[in-house]
């Protein structure tokens, strides 16, 4: 096995060439084809509890998968033990488990025409920020502190903070994936996060909280300074819930939960979960199932971007590519081995970067261009704002979900007051064949692209 | 097996855990403690009548952590090698900067050191079990669900099995190990009737070896994943609203464990987070209540012989004939509050500092019998299938998410309901429920809590009516 150049970053180039010896090894043993994934990172944590610091973390992390295909037979295997003496033997052992297992003939790596070819550095997408290697201790911490209002901010006369939990937190993630037909990949990647949680007690001794966080794959992206305060107003808009009748509404979404309504239809749209007859979204492929107002894309290789990735866990290329058009149902996520089980057309293992676009089902878009929480529940007129999901679930062989909610009632585009202990219940394609309307507002930290969104017609019980 | 079995296991001697520990602290920090891991864990899958993939997993390293007051320092190392547990000592030595208004209390210097307490005995030790018989077990549990239903169109069963060794060392010179077997069997199950699909699933996890898999529980587990297929075919969503809720036996503990159990974890109440502080000797509820949080119950899930900071397992009352008498606590709360830990110092692995979590969390039985609650129900629901829950701890505000129950109609159970939300506030809900059924049970399937790290517990109740509660529904 050729030896790897030398690179900078987490992974070392003796560290590579241990992970081409595990190829190597397994090789020997009698595997006929191998992947291994080396993944290191590291995270500092600072956390504050009403102003002062109260917890400091350093984690460095690193560990070896193999995927081994042997006698057509196949098995993964981990370690973080990273000897070259005790991986030959983990190895051996590992290509004697799989040939325990039944054989299973569609089990093999990916073509190497469909893996990634130009993922050399880990920095293609650049996601890695250089300043990381420059932050001290001191300045992490700094960042932490500046973050806390404990005893600063001025609540609502009655009302006292109870307690203020901040954070900062920084890490890199370097993962290098190689396999015995040629792929070599590596992808690195920093990220910056700060975020806080403020708990205050109305009068009559009762609590409420709030959160807010913001994040960055580069530390001048990182929106400092502003999460406690958001945290508090979250948590002083929540005083004094009033009871809301049951009923079917309108629903408004807020950007930062409303990738918790997508989630279902990634799953379902994964040929694992279609062939194992467990997806509410079978048969689905090219037929229109969602109102034409829902269409999501995947812009996996836009550069530095949360989420983007140049391939998957297979080291198959990622594309930008089409996930929903107009509510028509564009690809499946099939990986090579459900490829080769069903018949389908393989594409790539997962989402990553997901967009959806924006909608309004009477065409228009505000004047100024921007379609938020706000203007979406001017132009509703009045419903439910939720702004967090407690709990609940989606059933993934049916699409019937329930999920308990909480946020505002709104009338005449305007919050009225705070709602709790209310629950929404209906069937996934049928709440997005009521998507009203789709905003442009998702925040730039998350990697799915998800924005406020409204429909129309849901049942709520209070 | 003696200390010096999980010495060389680590590859350190005492003196070289004094050091470390020496080292910890050399910034001023008032207690260090390190936690040494070492896991193996393995599965199958089967899946379209086969078991075709598997694998097996190590992960090892110890963890190092440093308190000041009530504030932590926390760092691991992934060898155990004395370079990089120094580095790692080192690093979790900087909170020693930090201010705080706790005086070092000893963090409850004392505990009873040494091996084990024998709340899973070795019950066949996984590692000397051969694949083949770990396959079978999955083709027979699979081969019990066809012959017993029909309409089963696809079975998914995993097997996984662990066994890690702890170490646990203390600036107070106390040396801790333990031994951790765990076994878990899941399977689920896809049923078709009329062009309709419908899934079950059954789980089942032990503090054990592999002596916990019997032909009988193979034959319940098969049992259980059919039964009531019909009734999940016909079910239908109710109409929701506030309504009395019978809660079955046993896995309805899950009430506990989201309404109750995690505003009692110390943690939330050192912060004033939690709905539940300061109340502790207040009435919370109805005299006919206790509810335990227990790391004593044998070869249970959520079995503790020590915690994660080497404080022996216990059998904790949170609540004892309705009246608050302790919360969960783990070292840093326990001082803070001025008791003694009752072992709840819990994490995922090396890589997570402990914080109170549960353990096997369940209400005593009661007097009532199950027929006599739902039959003191003019309208309402009753729940026995469930999967994940979610509470806000400041607010006392939970939920679960019910996968299957019927409908009370003049105190009979009619039509069947399924895939419903269950949302209440902890203090209320407590303080509303108005019978105890005389018929705990432990539910020993693969609950995992994931209050930040996942950790592995379980749940337990009787049959409970609660007068009030708000269900999703159409």
């Known amino acids: 096995m050729k030896k790897e150049k030398n690179t900078t970053g987490l992974i070392s180039k003796e560290e590579k060439n241990l992970a081409l010896f595990c190829i190597d090894a397994a090789l020997r043993h009698g595997a006929e084809q191998v992947r291994v994934s080396l993944s290191k990172s590291t995270l500092d944590t600072f956390g504050m509890l009403n102003g002062e610091l109260d917890k400091v973390t350093h984690s460095a992390d690193r560990s070896v998968f193999l995927y081994i295909f042997a006698d057509r037979r196949y098995g993964t ?22 040939r325990m297992l039944a054989e299973d003939r569609h089990r093999k790596l990916p073509e190497p025409i469909r893996t ?68 070599r990949g590596r992808h690195t990647e920093t990220s ?26 580069y530390l001048a992206g990182l929106q400092r300074g502003k999460c406690s305060g958001t945290a508090l107003d979250k948590a002083i808009s929540q005083i004094s819930p009033q009871s809301h009748e049951g009923g079917s509404f309108n629903m408004v979404v807020d950007r930062s939960v409303s990738s918790r309504l997508v989630s279902p239809l990634f799953s379902a749209l994964n040929t694992a979960s279609i062939q194992q007859e467990s997806s509410f979204l079978k048969g689905s492929l090219g037929k229109r199932i969602f109102s034409e107002g829902l269409t999501i894309t995947d812009l996996a290789r836009t550069c530095g971007k949360p989420g983007a990735r140049l391939f998957d866990t297979e080291g198959v290329a990622t594309r930008n590519m089409d996930i929903i058009v107009a509510g028509t149902v564009k690809t499946y996520f099939t990986n090579t081995y459900m490829a ?104 730039a930290c998350t990697r799915w692209q998800i924005p406020t969104l409204c429909f129309e017609n849901v049942d709520f019980s209070a | 097996m003696d200390t010096s079995y999980f010495l060389n296991r680590f590859q350190v001697t005492v003196p070289q855990l004094e050091q470390l520990v020496g080292t910890a602290l050399s910034q001023g920090g008032d207690y260090s403690d390190l936690y040494f891991e070492h896991t193996t864990y393995n599965d199958l899958l089967l899946k379209d009548n086969e078991v075709s993939s598997g694998g097996f997993h190590i992960d090892y390293g110890v963890g190092i952590r440093v308190l000041k007051g009530d504030r932590t320092g926390y760092a691991y190392s992934e060898n155990t090698g004395m370079k990089d547990m120094l580095q790692a000592a080192r690093a979790a030595s900087q909170i020693a900067q930090a201010s705080t208004c706790l005086e070092n209390t000893g963090y409850g210097k004392g505990y009873p050191a040494g091996t084990g307490h ?33 309409r089963t169109v696809k079975v998914i069963a995993r097997l996984s099995w662990s066994e890690s060794e702890i170490m646990m060392y203390n600036s107070a010179g106390e040396l801790t190990c333990d031994s951790r077997p765990m076994g878990s069997i899941v399977v689920s199950v896809i049923f078709s009737e009329n062009g309709k699909n419908e899934n079950k699933t059954s789980s089942r996890s032990f503090r054990s070896g592999y002596g916990m898999i019997t032909d009988a529980m193979l034959l319940e587990m098969a049992e259980e994943a059919v039964s009531g297929i019909d009734e999940r075919f016909r079910a239908v969503r109710p109409k929701g609203g506030r309504m009395p809720v019978v809660m079955g036996a046993g896995a309805s503990g899950i009430l506990l464990h989201e309404a ?45 012989n020590f915690d994660d900071e080497g404080v022996p397992g216990q059998k904790t009352y949170m609540v004892r004939d309705g009246i608050l008498s302790s919360y969960l606590h783990d070292r840093i709360s326990a001082s803070w509050s001025g008791v003694p830990s009752t072992g709840n110092g819990r994490r995922e692995s090396f890589r997570f500092n402990p914080i109170p979590r549960m353990r096997a969390t369940y209400m005593e039985s009661g007097t009532a019998d199950r027929e006599s609650l739902i039959a003191s129900v003019k ?39 399924k895939d419903i939300n269950i949302i209440g506030n902890g203090p209320q809900a407590l303080a509303d429920i108005t019978g105890v059924g005389n018929d705990l049970k432990i539910d020993n399937g693969t609950w995992t809590c994931g209050k930040d790290q996942s950790v592995p517990v379980s749940c337990g109740i009787p049959t409970v009516l609660v007068r009030n509660l708000t269900v999703g529904g159409e």
């Open chain 1, 77 to 98: 295997f981990s370690t973080n033990m990273l000897e070259e003496a005790s991986l030959e033997q983990f190895t051996a052992k590992a290509v004697d488990a799989v």
């Open chain 1, 116 to 183: 990634e070819k130009d993922a050399v550095t880990g920095r293609e997408l650049g996601l890695y920020d250089d300043a990381y290697e420059d932050l001290a201790p001191e300045e992490k911490y700094g960042m932490a502190a500046e973050e806390c209002i404990w005893g600063k901010a001025v609540c609502p006369e009655g009302i006292r903070i109870i307690s203020e939990e901040c954070e900062y937190s920084d890490s890199v993630d370097d993962n290098f994936v190689a396999d015995s037909s040629g792929f």
């Open chain 1, 192 to 217: 910056f996060a700060i975020c806080s949680e403020i708990t205050i007690e109305d009068p009559s001794g009762r609590k409420y909280s709030g959160y807010w966080w913001d994040s960055s794959p």
């Open chain 1, 340 to 443: 080769l089980k069903t018949g389908m057309e393989p594409t790539v293992e997962g989402v990553s970067r997901p967009v959806l676009l924006p909608y309004s089902r009477d065409g228009r878009l505000p004047e100024d261009g921007i379609s938020d929480a706000a203007k979406i529940m001017e132009a509703a007129g009045s419903g439910i704002y939720v702004t967090g999901f407690n709990g609940g679930n989606c059933n993934s062989t049916t699409g019937n979900f329930s999920y308990g909610i909480e946020g505002f009632a709104f009338r005449d585009g305007k919050i009225t007051h705070p709602v709790r202990e209310m629950v929404i219940t209906g069937n996934m394609i049928s709440l997005w064949n009521n998507l009203v309307c789709a905003g442009n507002d998702a925040r």
């Open chain 2, 118 to 150: 024998g709340f899973y005995p070795e019950y066949g030790r996984w590692s000397d079990r051969k694949p083949e018989e770990s396959i079978q077990v999955l083709k027979k549990l699979e081969s019990l669900i066809y012959a017993r239903e029909k």
């Open chain 2, 260 to 304: 109750m159990g995690h505003s009692f974890e110390a943690d939330f109440i050192r912060k004033g987070q939690s709905v539940f502080s300061g109340m502790i000797g207040k009435k919370i509820c109805d005299s006919s209540i206790s509810i335990v949080d227990d790391g004593t119950l044998e070869h249970n899930r959520g079995a503790c």
């Open chain 2, 379 to 417: 309208k309402g629901i009753y729940v026995d299938e469930f999967s994940n829950g979610q509470v806000k701890i400041g607010e006392g505000d939970f939920t679960f998410y019910v996968k299957s129950g019927f409908l009370i109609e003049n105190g009979r159970l009619t039509e069947p309901v």
